[in-house]
C-alpha cells in the first residue's frame, strides 16, 4: 500500500508558485577563473536562521525577505564572501580557495555542526572544526562531540569502539564514502578504524531512511564521509599524536597541482602500540597491540569549460592485531591454538589440565590481519548550458582479507566486491522541481572459514530508481523516491523513501518521513567479539538464502522538529525527534545462554523508539554549548521471551562545551573544548545459569565519563593540542568473565559495558607549512 502512496506524490501535477527568492549556483574557482559547482557550500543570511546549503551539483535556492539583504557563503577551505541583495534574482558566485590569497578575512565563524532547516530529509554536517575538538585518530573516534550517533564499547579485547543510531548497531547504518557504499560485509567492525580521522573533510549525517539513490540497505540511517580535496587540502600537512598507553600515530598529506585541471593527493597514515597495559591487573591486555598502515592516492580532475570533474581513489592497508593475556606468546601459542581452532589435533578442548595438547600453552590470545585494496571512481558532467543538468557515475572495487583468531576460535573472511551506480539529474519546469533517475549493479563474493566448517556465497543485484524532490524553501519540501532491486538472495523487492518538511512559522521546520531497509545480515563479520569467548555457535534456521537465514526487512518512520531563537542577541536552536523502527524481520543475536551464542529468523516483534531532545545555544562570546537527552526502547522476542536489548542504556544525557579566543592577526588562537556522557544502566546477558563467582549482576550501574581538549593554534602554519578521556577514571569491574580459565567453559570477553581503560591522556600537533 506504502508504495503506491509514493507513486500517487510522483505524480501530482507540478505547479509553478510564484516567490520570492534567491536561487542559483556557487561554484569553485582557481585563479584562471575555472570553475565548477561547489558541493554543500553554505549560504545564509546574516542574523537570521535561515539557510541552505548547496546541492551535489552547487545550486541553491533560499527566501528572499526585505527584512535581510546581507547573503553570506561559505565553505571550509575557501574564501568566505558576502554579498548585498536587495531584490530576489538568480545568482551564480564563485568562491576562491583560501591558499591564493594572501591574507582571509573571516567575516563570520562557520558553524562547526550545522542543521539546515530547509532540507527535506534530517541531516546534521559536522565540518571539520568539530573534528578538531577531539584527538579524531580515526572515524569511529570522530563521534564523541556528537549527540547524533552513540559510541559504546565493542569487547574486552579488541579495544574497537562500536557506533549506533535510533538504538540500533552500525550495520543498520549505510556508511559510506563520499556516496558509494564503504564499510559493508567483511569491514563492517573494523571498517571504521581503518579511516584516519585527518582524510575526513566533513561528515554528514542522516537520520531515518535515507535516499533511494544510494541503494536499499540503509534502515536507521546513512553516514557520509567527504575526504579531503586536492585541490583544496593543504599542500603539505603532518599531524603528530601520542598518548599514555603507548598508541603513536602519524599523517601526513602531499598535494600536488600538476596542471590547472589536474590535482593529485598522497596520503599516509601509520598507527602504533607496542606497549601493554594491564591496568586493572586481570592478565589481559586493556588494548590490543597494533601496527597499521594505511596509504591512499586520490586524484582530482576538473574541466569547467566542457563540464567534466572526475576524483579517482586507489588505497591500500595492512592492519594488525594482537589480543589476550599479556603473557601470550604469538610465535609458539598462537601456533598451538591455532592448529586446534582448525581441527588439527585430536583430543578435547576444555583447559589446560584436561586437554593435553593445551598444556604446552603458555597465554590465551589471537591476532587480527587484515589486508585491503580498494579503489573507487566517480565522474560526473554538467551540461555547460544547463547547469541544473547532469550525468553522474560512482564505482568501485575493494578486496578484503582478514585472517585471525580468538584463542581456541578460527575466523577467516575473503570478500571482493564490485559496486557501480548511473545517476541523471535534471529539473521539471523550473528548479523547485528536481528528479534523480538511475541504474545500480552490485557484486560481492563471501569466503569465509568459522573454525572448520566452511561458508562460501556470491550475492549480485542490479536495481531501478526515481527520486522526485519539491522544494518551495518558504513552506514546503519534500523527496519521494522509489527503487526495484533483483537480487539473487533477497528476491526482487520495491524499496520506497519518504521525506518532507514543512515551516509552520519562522525559524522553525518539522520533518516526517518514512521508508523500508532490506538487508543480508553478515552474521559472523559483523559479531565477532563473540569469538573472543567460550560459547559455542548455533544457526538455529536452516531454510534461508544466507547461513540457512532470510534477509533482515524493517520499516523506519520518523518526525522531527528544529526551532532556531535568538536570546541574549546569541542564537541557538531547540530539536526534537522521535523515530521508531519495525522489523519484518530480523537475524535475531541471542546470547541469553551463556553457553552459547545462537543465530534465528525473528518470531515475533523486534522494534526500537528512539527520543531526543537537544538544546544549542551560544551562552556566551565565543562560548557554545550543546546538550542532548536521549531515551531508548529496543526490544526483541527472544525464544525465551521478549527482553530490552542488552549493553544499551535506555537513558543518556550529552554535554558539550566549546569555547575559542578571537583570532590574532597571525591566526593565533586558544580552542578548549569539554564533553560529558552519561549513561543509566543497561540490561546484562543472562549469566545465572553460570555458577556463582562468574555470574554478573542483571543490570550495569549508570556512570559518566568526560573529555576534554585544549588546542594554542600558534600560526597559520603550527599548532598544538593536549587532551584527556574518561577523565573521571570510571573502569568496568571484571570485564573479562573467567580471566583465571580462559581455556574453560566460563570464558567471556563480550560483555562490555563501560570503558576497560581508565584515564587517559594524549599530545599532538597539526603542521601545515604550505
Not at 314 to 334: H, V, Y
Not at 466 to 493: C, I, M, P, Q, W
Not at 559 to 583: A, K
Not at 641 to 648: E, T
Request: hydrophobic share 35%.
Amino acid at each position: 500500500m506504502k508504495k503506491y502512496v509514493i507513486l500517487a506524490i510522483m505524480a501530482i501535477p507540478l505547479i509553478s508558485l510564484s516567490q520570492d527568492k534567491v536561487e542559483g549556483m556557487v561554484m569553485e574557482g582557481n585563479s584562471k577563473n575555472e570553475h565548477i559547482g561547489l558541493p554543500g557550500a553554505n549560504v545564509y543570511w546574516m542574523n537570521s536562521q535561515i539557510g541552505t546549503v548547496t546541492d551535489a551539483e552547487g545550486l541553491f535556492s533560499i527566501p528572499y525577505s526585505k527584512e535581510y539583504n546581507t547573503l553570506i557563503i561559505s565553505y571550509v577551505g575557501f574564501q568566505s564572501d558576502t554579498l548585498t541583495i536587495n531584490s530576489p534574482r538568480m545568482l551564480h558566485h564563485t568562491l576562491r580557495p583560501a591558499n591564493e590569497l594572501d591574507e582571509v578575512v573571516v567575516e563570520k565563524k562557520r558553524e562547526a555542526v550545522q542543521k539546515t532547516f530547509f532540507s527535506a530529509q534530517n541531516v546534521v554536517t559536522v565540518n571539520s572544526a568539530e573534528l578538531l575538538k577531539a584527538a579524531c585518530c580515526n572515524l569511529s573516534e570522530s563521534f564523541e562531540t556528537n549527540p547524533a550517533i552513540d559510541v559504546n564499547f565493542n569487547d574486552a579485547l579488541t579495544g574497537t569502539k562500536q557506533i549506533q543510531m535510533l538504538g540500533l548497531t552500525s550495520p543498520y547504518l549505510l556508511i559510506t564514502q563520499e556516496n558509494i557504499p564503504m564499510i559493508r560485509g567483511a569491514s563492517q567492525t573494523y571498517g571504521l578504524t581503518f579511516i584516519p580521522g585527518t582524510w575526513v573533510e566533513s561528515i554528514q549525517i542522516t537520520k531515518g531512511a535515507g535516499s533511494v539513490v544510494n541503494g536499499y540497505e540503509s534502515i536507521s540511517g546513512q553516514i557520509n564521509t567527504e575526504l579531503v580535496k586536492p585541490f583544496t587540502d593543504n599542500a603539505i600537512f603532518v599531524n603528530g599524536y601520542a598518548n599514555r598507553n603507548g598508541r603513536l600515530e602519524l599523517n601526513t598529506h602531499f598535494n600536488q597541482k600538476l596542471t590547472d585541471r589536474l590535482s593529485t593527493g598522497f596520503y599516509v597514515h601509520g598507527n602504533r602500540r607496542d606497549q601493554k597495559e594491564d591496568r586493572n591487573n586481570d592478565g589481559f591486555l586493556d588494548a590490543p597491540l597494533m601496527n597499521q598502515i594505511n596509504v591512499m592516492n586520490r586524484w582530482q580532475y576538473q574541466d569547467p569549460e566542457k563540464g567534466w570533474v572526475s576524483f579517482v581513489n586507489f588505497r591500500f592497508l595492512n592492519d594488525e592485531k594482537q589480543i589476550g593475556e599479556t603473557r601470550f606468546r604469538p610465535n609458539s601459542d598462537g601456533s598451538m591454538t591455532n592448529t586446534l581452532a582448525l581441527g588439527e589435533v585430536e583430543g578435547p578442548a576444555l583447559s589446560a589440565a584436561e586437554g593435553p595438547a593445551l598444556s604446552a600453552v603458555e597465554g590465551w590470545g589471537g591476532e587480527i590481519d587484515t589486508r585491503r585494496f580498494d579503489s573507487s571512481l566517480k565522474l560526473g558532467y554538467v551540461f555547460p548550458e544547463l547547469p541544473f543538468q547532469s550525468f553522474g557515475f560512482q564505482a568501485s572495487y575493494s578486496i578484503h582479507k582478514q585472517n585471525s583468531y580468538f584463542g581456541l576460535n578460527r575466523y577467516d573472511i575473503d570478500h571482493e566486491s564490485i559496486y557501480s551506480n548511473l545517476i541523471f539529474n535534471s529539473i521539471l519546469g523550473d528548479t523547485r522541481n528536481k528528479f534523480k533517475a538511475g541504474l545500480t549493479f552490485a557484486y560481492d563474493s563471501y569466503d569465509e572459514l568459522v573454525n572448520v566448517q566452511e561458508f562460501e556465497r556470491i550475492d549480485r543485484s542490479v536495481g531501478a530508481f526515481l527520486e522526485y524532490s519539491y522544494d518551495n524553501l518558504e513552506k514546503v519540501s519534500l523527496t519521494a523516491g522509489l527503487r526495484v532491486d533483483d537480487h539473487n538472495r533477497l528476491g526482487t523487492f520495491v524499496t520506497p523513501r519518504f521525506h518532507i518538511r514543512y515551516t509552520p512559522w519562522e525559524k522553525a521546520s518539522l520533518r516526517g518521513s518514512f521508508g523500508r531497509g532490506r538487508r543480508a545480515a553478515n552474521i559472523f563479520a559483523e559479531n565477532q567479539q563473540l569469538f573472543a569467548s567460550s560459547r559455542q555457535i548455533q544457526l538455529l534456521d536452516s531454510n534461508g538464502s544466507i547461513y540457512g537465514l532470510d534477509p533482515e526487512d524493517a520499516w523506519n518512520y520518523g518526525l522531527s522538529f528544529i526551532q532556531g531563537f535568538t536570546f541574549m542577541d546569541r542564537p541557538g536552536n531547540v530539536t526534537l525527534d522521535f523515530y521508531r523502527t519495525d522489523f519484518r524481520n530480523q537475524v535475531v543475536v541471542d546470547w541469553e545462554n551463556p553457553d552459547e551464542i545462537s543465530f534465528y529468523n525473528l518470531e515475533g516483534k523486534s522494534y526500537a523508539n528512539s527520543l531526543q531532545l537537544e538544546l544549542n545555544h551560544e551562552i556566551l562570546n565565543n562560548l557554545e554549548v550543546r546538550t542532548a537527552y536521549k531515551y531508548y526502547e529496543v526490544e526483541v522476542d527472544y525464544r525465551s521471551g521478549r527482553l530490552q536489548k542488552p549493553l544499551l542504556a535506555r537513558h543518556r544525557f550529552f554535554a558539550n562545551l566549546g569555547y575559542q579566543t578571537k583570532i590574532r592577526e597571525n591566526g593565533s588562537q586558544w580552542r578548549l573544548d569539554y564533553t560529558l556522557h552519561t549513561l543509566g544502566k543497561q540490561r546484562l546477558p543472562d549469566t545465572s545459569a553460570n555458577p556463582e563467582p562468574f555470574r554478573l549482576e542483571a543490570f550495569s550501574e549508570p556512570y559518566s565519563l568526560m573529555n576534554a581538549q585544549v588546542t594554542k593554534v600558534f600560526s597559520k602554519k603550527f599548532e598544538v593540542y593536549l587532551g584527556g578521556e574518561n577523565l573521571t577514571n570510571f573502569t568496568q569491574n571484571n570485564p573479562v568473565l573467567g580471566s583465571e580459565d580462559p581455556f574453560g567453559p566460563y570464558f567471556d570477553t563480550t560483555i562490555v559495558f563501560a570503558p576497560i581503560m581508565g584515564r587517559m591522556f594524549y599530545v599532538g600537533f597539526r603542521l601545515k607549512p604550505y
